[in-house]
Nanobody, 129 residues
Framework: QVHLVESGGGSVQAGGSLRLSCLASGFTTSRNCVGWFRQAPGKEREGVAAIYTDGDSTYYADSVKGRFTISQDNVKNTVYLQMISLKPDDTATYYC??????????????????????WGQGTQVTVSS
């Protein structure tokens, strides 16, 4: 019922930029919860950023704060992750996850994102030195 497709990944040099997109179908991003997560080889998945409901509530991991920006386009029903000043440590597969608010609150964006029921297939980001 809910389908998420990530795009925009690629290979860049350190200091470069990418914009990831998460296109949602069967789901209205402006009324729900969307998080970006990433997983590097051999490491656990970690929350990167989240945007909740009307877009006024955004959250970022300390490791990306000031470099990544999450936003949404309600017309396109798409959530973006603008990534600048990329570092090799940002190399990972990036996933978007979405869910409806539950009990008036969104699932926790930090950590594994285990509270999110809908996930995309991921897009690879590789940052070289």
């Amino acid at each position: 019922q809910v389908h998420l497709v990530e795009s925009g990944g690629g290979s860049v040099q350190a200091g470069g930029s990418l914009r990831l997109s998460c296109l949602a179908s069967g789901f209205t991003t402006s009324r729900n919860c969307v998080g970006w997560f990433r997983q590097a080889p051999g490491k656990e998945r970690e929350g990167v950023a989240a945007i909740y409901t009307d877009g006024d509530s955004t959250y970022y991991a300390d490791s990306v704060k000031g470099r990544f920006t999450i936003s949404q386009d309600n017309v396109k029903n798409t959530v973006y992750l603008q990534m600048i000043s990329l570092k090799p440590d940002d190399t990972a597969t990036y996933y978007c996850a979405a869910d409806h608010p539950k009990g008036g609150r969104c699932p926790s964006w930090s950590g594994l994102g285990e509270g999110y029921d809908n996930w995309g297939q991921g897009t690879q980001v590789t940052v070289s030195s």
